[in-house]
Nanobody
Framework: QVQLVESGGGLVQAGGSLRLSCVAS????????MGWFRQAPGKERESVAR????????YYRDSVKGRFTISRDNAKNTVYLQMNRLKPEDTAVYLC????????????WGQGTQVTVSS
């Protein structure tokens, strides 16, 4: 497993932007698929975006398509989530997750970073 540390959350007005970063420990970052998830109070955790180990394939939930972009820099062991045109309903704790590319489920999780979007 890898250790994951997120940063970049904060308070922003609706329509604004934030960029989240997640740094992973270890020397095998390029063998992990990475994902961003979020959990709002009283709601279940949901997948926001995912990227394969090579960075060639990405996935987004419908509500963020066209607004969020996931990317990675394997040389820096870092995955990013660029969030534009933020909405109040994007308010949540955002968590970074990793899984070996041959696994079905994400097994390593960060502590999360709070994103709050005011109306």
């Amino acid at each position: 497993q890898v250790q994951l540390v997120e940063s970049g959350g904060g308070l922003v007005q609706a329509g604004g932007s934030l960029r989240l970063s997640c740094v992973a420990s270890g020397r095998t970052f390029n063998k992990y698929d990475m994902g961003w998830f979020r959990q709002a109070p009283g709601k279940e955790r949901e997948s926001v975006a995912r990227i394969t180990s090579s960075g060639t394939v990405t996935y987004y939930r419908d509500s963020v398509k066209g607004r969020f972009t996931i990317s990675r820099d394997n040389a820096k062991n870092t995955v990013y989530l660029q969030m534009n045109r933020l909405k109040p309903e994007d308010t949540a704790v955002y968590l970074c997750a990793a899984k070996e590319r041959w696994r079905a489920d994400f097994g390593s999780w960060g502590q999360g970073t709070q994103v709050t979007v005011s109306s």
